[in-house]
């Protein structure tokens, strides 16, 4: 199957920027995304990249996708101990009129007071 | 937040025995999953469901069985649990055309723990 590749760890000052890093296999990806995780509960969809797009900005959120070398990258400035979490980059083909996402294992990330 | 509830969110069992996990929700969106987060691993997909009595597996299916009799309950079975199949399971839900506009946006349920001994 495809796979999704990132990280498991990235340990931050607060204050900071944090950048997760992702690659992805799967040269159809139609949409990639950025969910996040909090202790003890599911998955929420942090924001979204269309494969036709190479940046988009949130806030404080920064998606940058480099199709050619198939990275994705989220990019939290001003990082807060709030950010701490895990964050799960997946990607989604069209397959017979639905868009299945694939995730990756995640990247847990610690915020330093 | 959107209507899911998975329920039991914790349950131990011995090996042998069956479990079904129920997710339920209130959205009437289309598309159900059924999801085994587990350390190292990430969220792999077990089986999804694409309407009533649609189903198809994921890549981790094996050993796993799915119903989905109705559009708001999709029902995950371990037949004879074992110790492999100890894990976090989620349950999500999506709709195409979802008012977000995003497609293939997935909403997560809260997680049902599982201890197979």
């Known amino acids: 199957g495809e796979d999704v590749e990132q990280s498991l760890f990235l340990s931050v000052r607060e204050g900071d920027s944090s950048v997760i890093n992702c690659t992805y296999t799967?040269?159809?990806?139609?949409?990639l995304y950025w969910y996040k995780q909090e202790p003890g509960a599911g998955l929420q969809l942090l924001t979204y990249?269309?494969?036709?797009?190479d940046m988009k900005q949130d806030q404080r959120l920064t998606v940058l996708l480099n199709k050619k070398d198939k990275h994705l990258s989220l990019r939290i400035a001003d990082t807060q101990t709030g950010d701490s979490a895990i964050y799960f980059c997946?990607?989604?083909?069209?397959?017979?009129?639905?868009?299945?996402?694939?995730f990756g294992r995640g990247t847990s990330l610690i915020v330093h007071p | 937040d959107a209507g899911i509830t998975q329920s039991p969110r914790h349950k131990v069992t011995e090996t042998g025995t069956p479990v079904t996990l129920r997710c339920h929700q209130t959205?009437?969106?289309?598309?159900m999953y059924w999801y085994r987060q587990d350390p190292g691993h990430g969220l792999r997909l077990i089986h999804y469901s694409y309407g009533v009595k649609d189903t198809d597996k994921g890549e981790v299916s094996d050993g796993y069985s799915v119903s989905r009799s109705k559009t708001e309950d999709f029902l995950l079975t371990l037949e004879s649990a074992t110790s492999s199949q100890t894990s976090v399971y989620f349950c999500?839900?999506?709709?195409?055309?979802?008012?977000?506009?995003?497609?293939?946006?997935?909403?997560f349920g809260e997680g049902s723990r599982l201890t197979v001994l």
């Open positions: 959205e009437n969106h289309r598309y």
């Open positions: 990249i269309f494969s036709n797009m």
């Open positions: 799967d040269s159809s990806s139609t949409y």
């Open positions: 999500a839900i999506s709709e195409e055309g979802s008012p977000s506009g995003i497609t293939g946006e997935l909403f």
């Open positions: 997946a990607e989604s083909t069209a397959s017979g009129g639905s868009y299945i996402p694939t």
